[in-house]
């Protein structure tokens, strides 16, 4: 009895390994603290970007509107 038990057994635990390999994982893919940082660096950096280029587009704005006032 004893040698079937640990058969079934040791056979149910690897059935139970594959299908929890098979399974998707709802957890997202873990990004090194580095990686954050540098995507940070990046996201910072082009807010700058498009933030001066509103500040420019604004200015060229008020240069056309004074213009055309005279």
Do not use: C, F, H, W
């Amino acid at each position: 009895m004893n040698r079937k038990k640990k058969i079934n057994q040791t056979l149910k635990s690897k059935i139970k390994k594959m299908n929890a390999k098979l399974q998707n994982s709802s957890k997202p893919k873990y990004v090194s603290k580095a990686e954050r940082a540098a995507i940070a660096a990046k996201e910072a950096e082009a807010n700058l970007a498009i933030g001066s280029n509103e500040n420019t587009s604004a200015n060229d704005m008020d240069s056309i509107a004074e213009s055309e006032e005279k």
